[in-house]
């Protein structure tokens, strides 16, 4: 069946810029994570939503960064005022349900570049 | 504060070479490990998830062993192949706190030479 898909799969912007950057999780899946991964860095855990419940933002590293999960549905990750240091590649993952036994799937993620 | 480390950040290998990759991780109070390959462009691909009471898991040539208390895993390539190479990532799902997210460690890269 189909992934996780995001878009764009890259983006380069100005620097003050806005973007917006999607995610379709697989369905049915009603949790979904964002994380960014900037070079040489490993993964860093963003904001997760879980169906309807309030979102867990403990990892947005501003409040430029922010984003929105309509349901069980698509998610857009907002980033205003876009600076060099937000150039990464964002990873978006769902899973089945948002309990501690459930894998994470990936999607291809956003390469964003900040000019 | 959950640490995870790979070790090395980098290895090369002959084909049809058995090797090790490493991760060790700070906070044993974790759910469970997972590790991933990652493709240039192509996100993260799932390989092997254990569960904290769970010593090892196999999937064909892919053999991953976890001992929580000493706060290790290592995943096991046999009979390496060019396809293999990728980088390889493992991550925790922490067992205290906010317990939704996974504390990954920066990689592996794996070059296997034909």
């Known amino acids: 069946g189909a992934g996780v898909s995001q878009s764009p799969s890259n983006k380069v912007t100005e620097k003050g810029k806005d973007v917006e950057l999607r995610c379709d999780p697989i369905s049915g899946h009603t949790a979904l994570y964002w994380y960014r991964q900037r070079l040489g860095q490993g993964l860093e855990f963003l904001i997760y939503f879980q169906g309807n419940s309030a979102p867990d933002k403990s990892g947005l590293p501003s409040d430029r960064f922010s984003a929105e999960r309509t349901g069980e549905s698509v998610s857009t990750l907002t980033i205003q005022r876009t600076q060099q240091e937000d150039s990464a590649v964002y990873l978006c993952?769902?899973?089945?349900?948002?309990?501690?036994?459930?894998?994470?799937?990936f999607g291809p993620g956003t390469r964003l570049t900040v000019t | 504060k959950q640490e995870v480390t790979q070790i090395p950040a980098a290895l090369s290998v002959p084909e049809g070479e058995n090797l090790v990759l490493n991760c060790s991780f700070t906070d044993s109070a974790i759910y469970n490990l997972q590790w991933f390959r990652q493709d240039p462009g192509k996100g993260l691909t799932s390989l092997l998830l254990?569960?904290?009471?769970?010593r090892e898991q196999t999937s064909g040539r892919l053999n991953a062993s976890l001992d929580k208390s000493s706060g290790r895993s290592t995943l096991y390539i046999a009979a390496s192949q060019p396809g293999d190479s990728a980088t390889y990532l493992c991550?925790?799902?922490?067992?205290?706190?906010?317990?939704?997210?996974?504390?990954f460690g920066t990689g592996t890269l794996l070059a296997v030479q034909p």
């Open positions: 993952a769902s899973s089945p349900r948002g309990t501690i036994y459930y894998e994470q799937y």
């Open positions: 254990i569960q904290s009471s769970q």
């Open positions: 991550a925790v799902r922490p067992s205290g706190g906010a317990t939704n997210k996974l504390i």
